[in-house]
């Protein structure tokens, strides 16, 4: 029983630094409804700038007071971030800012490699707690037994601070209704920018406070950024208490999970995620998502029409250009069209659902790599001709992508999104971990193509003819009526359900249909690459083909496509460089504030304005 409490204070303990970035988190999604993904890097800034001030100021006064200070700069670097990167594209698509946070990621994991290094720094030890308390005989860290004793005055400031104070009744009037805040004469501009500053101090705490349990490392933004956003899910998006339940009971079942059940430590708290958004859809003290994209404004999106003449000609002279492409190109060109083509492929079927039927999945991973899997198994443990392993990949993922959906669909928004990501990390772990299986980390090797497509050349045309066919199949069936049903599902529910249409079947088909191309998409790499490992389904995969999906345009057919191949050029070029996440993260930041309707999108209004500024010439010369 003596181990068993001391196991429990241990997980207590590690529950404050949690705490603190997830109420951070909470809070900036509850009054911006911004997905922040960069809140991670604020907590890894807090880490480093933390040592530093510690190594400068002595003893027990210069430890707290750097912890302090801490705070106050990563809110300030929160607060320059917000101004510069996030207040220009308020008015863009709810979750659009997703993108601006990952090329935030991508800056400040390089700058802090710039400034301190890419060796691993150990935190120091608390003046005056270093040693233990023996409770009922079992050794407990001193430093533990402060940490959780200062978690409920941080709760209970916070608990002030919104209930008590001017600042909280207007951070609780904008989570609830921002548009009235503003009609009242509030300045949003600067709240938001005061909630980020609070959040990402609160980030920064919870890096300063951890140092001396554990230090500093350039994998800390990613490290903690899951269970982050665990806690704030099954706590309810934008609720404080919520959030400290939730980091408690993560906490805790982390610490009994690592000493009963190691296997499960990869996935426990997803399950947990999954098992409460099933039970309860919008966390343990959440509220329903309002659904729409907050904030938006201008004209509404025009009605989609198969393309013209042109728009056919020119895709017609583009798949000839690709056609011809192997009689002019080296091998390599044609091995990185071949990447290319197989990326739009997985982004297009990302598209399918996110752009058409509005549901953001960050799970979308699993289809792609699911589908990978699948033909892999099969030539790996049965010598399954590659023609038929390839024909069950489609069909494994597809249906790996009901059994999600029919759990994943009843749900919405974030939510949504969420209960994707847990799924997805449930089956990265089934590969990553039954290594009798699938060899774990060390991956599927050996998984050539038929003698008939063994060559880049038949491989090029083999990947030409099914990739783009699928996103053409993909485009055919968004201009069928299954497209403008599931389409008029994502703008007006209710109106849809009036009119006959059931929604949720009709989301639940396009799910398991997008799991379907994205699996051809996996099973079209496995045989390219010749090999398969647990990296095509973490997380990170998921996240590449959101961000092209939203770099190329999320309210325009092509953009997945365009993503897909903007991205994979940008990539191939910058990875050459040192710094290529500073130069990548610049330049997607740049391009999400420059033209925020995505790249497609942008050039797409471009055309307009300068057609009409050319039919206005013609009128003006004719009126002469």
């Not at 990875?575 to 797409?604: F, K």
Request: aromatic fraction near 12%; glycine fraction near 12%.
């Amino acid at each position: 029983m003596a181990f068993l409490f001391a196991q429990f204070l241990t997980g207590l303990a590690n529950a404050a630094a949690l705490f603190l970035v997830a109420s951070g988190l909470s809070l900036i999604f509850g009054v911006t409804r911004i997905v922040n993904f960069a809140h991670g890097s604020f907590y890894m800034l807090g880490a480093f700038i933390g040592i530093t001030l510690m190594e400068v100021l002595p003893g027990a006064v210069g430890f707290w007071g750097a912890i302090l200070l801490t705070g106050v700069a990563v809110g300030l670097i929160g607060a320059l971030v917000e101004m510069v990167v996030l207040r220009p594209i308020y008015r863009a698509p709810e979750l659009f800012q997703l993108v601006a946070t990952f090329g935030v990621i991508l800056v400040i994991q390089d700058l802090a490699l710039m400034i301190w290094g890419a060796e691993d720094r150990l935190g120091p030890r608390a003046p005056g707690l270093r040693g233990v308390w023996r409770i009922f005989g079992e050794p407990v860290p001193k430093y533990d037994l402060v940490l959780i004793a200062i978690t409920p005055f941080i709760l209970f400031a916070l608990w002030y601070l919104i209930t008590r104070t001017r600042l909280g009744v207007l951070v609780r009037a904008a989570t609830q209704d921002r548009e009235m805040v503003g009609a009242l004469g509030v300045n949003q501009a600067w709240l938001f920018t005061g909630v980020f500053a609070l959040g990402s101090a609160l980030a920064g705490w919870g890096g300063a406070l951890q140092l001396p349990k554990g230090g500093a490392d350039l994998l800390m933004d990613f490290n903690i950024i899951g269970a982050v956003f665990v806690v704030v899910v099954i706590g309810g998006m934008g609720s404080l208490p919520g959030a400290f339940i939730a980091a408690v009971l993560i906490s805790v079942l982390n610490v009994f999970g690592v000493t009963y059940l190691p296997q499960s430590t990869l996935v426990l708290m997803f399950v947990v995620m999954a098992v409460v958004l099933i039970i309860r859809p919008y966390g343990l003290l959440g509220r329903e998502e309002v659904a729409g994209e907050h904030g938006q404004v201008g004209a509404p999106e025009t009605p989609i029409r198969p393309y013209g003449r042109t728009g056919r000609a020119l895709v017609a002279a583009l798949l000839a250009a690709l056609a011809l492409l192997p009689f002019v190109a080296e091998p390599f060109v044609m091995i990185l069209m071949i990447d290319m083509i197989v990326f739009a492929l997985f982004a297009a079927s990302l598209h399918f659902i996110l752009g058409t039927g509005g549901l953001v999945s960050f799970g979308h991973a699993a289809f792609f790599g699911g589908g990978a899997y699948a033909a892999a198994l099969l030539v790996f443990h049965t010598d399954t001709p590659m023609e038929i392993a390839f024909l069950f990949a489609p069909l494994a993922a597809g249906l790996l992508a009901l059994g999600i959906g029919w759990f994943c669909i009843r749900l919405t928004g974030v939510y949504f999104a969420m209960l994707t990501l847990a799924f997805s990390q449930l089956v990265w772990s089934l590969a990553y971990q039954w290594r009798s299986v699938t060899r774990g980390d060390d991956g599927l090797v050996n998984i050539w193509p038929a003698e008939w497509l063994n060559g880049t050349v038949p491989y090029y045309y083999f990947t030409l003819i099914l990739g783009v066919g699928g996103i053409l199949f993909l485009r055919h069936v968004i201009h069928a009526p299954f497209g403008y049903a599931l389409r008029a599902g994502r703008d007006s529910p209710r109106q849809a359900e009036a009119t006959g249409i059931n929604v949720k079947r009709i989301q639940y088909l396009a799910f398991g249909l997008a799991g379907v191309m994205a699996g051809l998409a996996g099973g079209i790499f496995v045989f390219s690459k010749g090999s398969v490992f647990p990296t095509e389904l973490e997380i990170a995969a998921s996240f590449d083909a959101l961000i092209v999906v939203f770099l190329g345009g999320v309210k325009t057919l092509a953009g997945g496509v365009v993503g897909a191949g903007f991205m994979t050029l940008v990539e191939d070029w910058l990875t050459r460089l040192e710094y290529w996440r500073l130069l990548l993260g610049l330049l997607i930041i740049a391009v999400v504030i420059i033209a925020p309707e995505g790249i497609v999108g942008s050039l797409r209004t471009l055309w307009a304005r300068l057609r009409g500024s050319g039919e206005a010439a013609a009128e003006q010369e004719v009126t002469k």
